[in-house]
């Protein structure tokens, strides 16, 4: 029988064997639903077997894990709400082991399913595994959500569920490309606001009617295999978030605000929150041939950049030290294929002689900037030089494509090799930040090891490659984060997979998206079709500050304008220019557009709110128009687009989220004009705003009196 999340309210007495702790306040959101989940995570502890997973397992079917002896229960107070741990006992060789979470403050609950053989043969065939089967009660369906990164550009969606089904795929092996999986469930009177938690493949399905949405979805697609003894495998984390009204804005402001909290991680050891920063790459300002990433530079080219930066004032947080710094498997320099040398995570000796990228690193440390490095830790070349050259095993490699190829993380030596190689890296050269890349789908390797693994067993081990690299990348990720408490370095990564292939709700518990899409380094219009789609789910991220014509190409001659910059506006500001080699470079405009966003960016992390409707990443006809709204204090900042080919001179924003009874002073930024009027008036009468020429942008500063 499947599990209802609206069927379940059960008593909240269940919870007292938890402990209850008065310091957690739940929130004042009128759309947060502090009911229905706390009631299905109580039915979990009252009932563990309950967990809404499938799977088969020795030929037999099972919902949730009904049927099998249960070995231990315990619920305990969390610092944020409680935790639920339950083990099962499945036959003599196989446990399943429950891990649930409740969020007291926004109602928000979790869990994930671990399957592990603590006997000394294979266990049985474990199959048809779904993550989550659950039936969401109310009238009206409908999916709300976007699309993924790549070839979707994070197209937005809003599609009725009445008698009809949607359907999710996720094959390539780097789970947010083409496909997204956040969704944003709408049923009767209310919704849910939902997550799978896997950096690989996954699917989802939606069949909706005139009693709700029966949802279906799992990870590791197609996932049929015994486990081997001391084997783990493991389901997506599925994250659900319910809410009270149909109000899409509401709803995507309690998930921001949830996420910021307790999603992210930690700035540093201490546990301080992230705030929005900047970064800039020196690499465009080399005035050397630069095929992409740092190819170019080299350890006579920094100091100019850095120099002029501090002159002029206009330092960012991060210095972005980007791909094409290591030796290739042969030990030899890279001089400008950056993708086809990587695996050593050795610095180069020719471009970087003796101490000078750590001497470079300190200079910029001592000018207030922290240095980030990428490395794209599961790809390798050339293996056999690698094994000759730097210690590499073959075995740990599976083809991928030309001469690249994928390392295997499942496998416990590979990841220690890899780990090793990269901390030391950073250790020895004063890097702050690991940034991480993966520009190949692994699927076609993970296929090849588990057909090696299957041959040489004779047992059924599809998925399991999958299923264990998975496990391993987040280990790496989590062990590269706890070098880096101890060696107080930043305790967060950049995360990357070919732009922004890889950010599922998991994987940014310990990193962000310093750039959301490798596609947004081009047109303000993408630029815009993006934050108003994509920052619903994702709230702290990047993109560039530039505009050109493809991804790879400098931005305009004397630095970008405001109309691009203000585009531009994320918690992550990646400035894009360069420096010295632009005789045309307009320094007080850049500090002027750099000084703008420092001014606004604590709203960035606020309350969001599209204000017109979300257009094609090629549609620059229309009117974009985004506020962004501090609740606690009411301070708000309105940007408004007028885009490179819209008609219209004039647009009204209104703003319906203020206070009604409270008085504004609105302040227009380009002119210094001030109004004072109720929010009421700003919610019936909006701020009118013309703009004469097109390609032009307005910002308004609203403070309440």
């Known amino acids: 029988m499947r599990t209802s999340l609206f069927a379940l309210f059960v008593a909240a007495s269940i919870l007292v064997g938890c402990g209850h702790d008065k310091s957690i306040v739940p929130t004042d959101r009128p759309c947060a639903d502090l009911e229905k989940g706390p009631a299905l995570f109580a039915s979990w502890v009252e009932d563990p077997s309950a967990i809404p997973v499938s799977f088969t397992y020795a030929g037999v079917p099972h919902e949730g894990l009904k049927g099998f002896d249960i070995l231990s229960n315990t619920c305990l107070t969390t610092a944020s709400g409680k935790s639920l741990k339950a083990v099962f006992y499945i036959d003599e060789n196989l446990e399943a082991k429950v891990e649930a979470a409740l969020n007291n403050e926004f109602g928000e609950i979790e869990y994930t399913v671990w399957f592990e053989n603590i006997g000394s043969s294979p266990s049985g065939e474990l199959k048809d595994l779904e993550s989550v089967v659950l039936d969401f009660d109310g009238g009206d369906p409908m999916i709300r959500g976007c699309l993924g990164d790549h070839v979707n550009k994070y197209a937005d969606y809003q599609t009725p569920l009445r008698d009809t089904t949607v359907s999710f795929v996720s094959t390539g092996g780097r789970a947010t490309h083409v496909y997204f999986p956040y969704f944003d469930l709408v049923h009767g009177d209310g919704g849910t606001l939902m997550a799978l938690g896997w950096a690989g493949t996954w699917h989802a399905d939606f069949a909706g009617s005139d009693e709700g949405i029966a949802m279906k979805g799992g990870n590791c697609n197609g996932f049929d295999s015994v486990l081997m003894p001391g084997e783990k495998i493991r389901t997506a984390l599925v994250v659900m978030l319910p809410y009270k009204g149909r109000d899409r804005d509401d709803a995507t402001n309690l998930w921001r605000e949830w996420f910021i909290k307790y999603n992210m991680p930690s700035a540093d050891a201490a546990g301080n929150p992230i705030k929005p920063f ?97 490395f794209e830790p599961e790809s390798v070349c050339d293996v056999e030089d690698l094994a000759r050259n730097f210690g590499y095993n073959p075995e740990w490699a599976d083809f991928n494509r030309g001469h690249r190829y994928t390392s295997n993380l499942g496998n416990k030596d590979c990841l220690e090799w890899t780990l090793g190689r990269i901390t030391k890296m950073m250790g020895e050269n004063g890097v702050d930040l690991f940034r991480e890349d993966n520009n190949s789908n ?211 924003a209104f703003l319906k989220f203020l206070d009604p009874a409270r008085n504004y002073k609105v302040t227009n930024v380009d002119t210094a004009e001030t109004m004072i009027k109720t929010g009421s008036a700003l919610a019936s009468d909006g701020i009118k705003i013309s703009l004469p020429e097109p390609k032009s942008s307005a910002v308004y500063h609203i403070l309440p009196e």
């Open 442 to 652: 692994p699927v076609k390797a993970w296929k090849g090891f588990d057909e090696k693994t299957a041959t040489k067993t004779g047992l059924q081990r599809t998925g399991i490659t999958e299923n264990l690299a998975i496990q391993g990348h987040y280990e790496l990720w989590d062990r590269i984060i706890d070098f880096c408490a101890k060696n107080g370095k930043c305790t967060y990564i950049d995360n990357c997979a070919s732009g922004g292939g890889r950010n599922d709700i998991e994987s940014l518990r310990r990193s962000l998206p310093f750039m959301r899409s490798d596609a947004d380094r081009t047109t303000t219009a993408l630029r815009l079709s993006m934050t108003t789609s994509y920052c619903r789910w994702i709230p702290f991220h990047g993109a560039n500050t530039k505009e050109s014509a493809d991804e790879l190409a400098p931005g305009m001659a004397g630095g970008s304008t405001f109309y691009i910059t203000r585009a531009s506006w994320l918690p992550v500001y990646n400035i894009s220019e360069v420096f010295t080699h632009d005789v045309d470079m307009d320094y007080d405009r850049l500090r002027a557009t750099f000084g703008e966003w420092k001014k606004f960016n604590h709203l960035l992390v606020k309350d969001m709110y599209p204000l017109t409707p979300w257009h094609r990443p090629e549609d620059d006809s229309n009117w974009t128009a985004i506020a962004w709204h501090d609740r606690e204090t009411g301070e708000a900042v309105l940007q408004a687009f007028r885009q490179e080919t819209c008609q219209e001179p004039e647009y009204t």
């Open 278 to 374: 900047s970064t800039t790459c020196f690499a465009a300002d080399t005035g050397l041939p630069n095929s992409d990433g740092s190819i170019s530079e080299r350890f006579y080219t920094w100091k100019r950049t850095l120099e002029r930066l501090i002159y002029e004032d206009v330092v960012p947080d991060f210095r972005w030290f980007d791909a094409g710094w290591y030796l290739d498997p042969r030990g030899n320099t890279v001089a400008s294929d950056w993708y086809g040398t990587v695996g050593t995570w050795e610095l180069d000796t020719l471009k970087w002689p003796g101490k000078t990228f750590l001497e470079s690193n300190q200079a910029c440390h001592d000018a207030g900037m922290k240095v980030l490095t990428w």
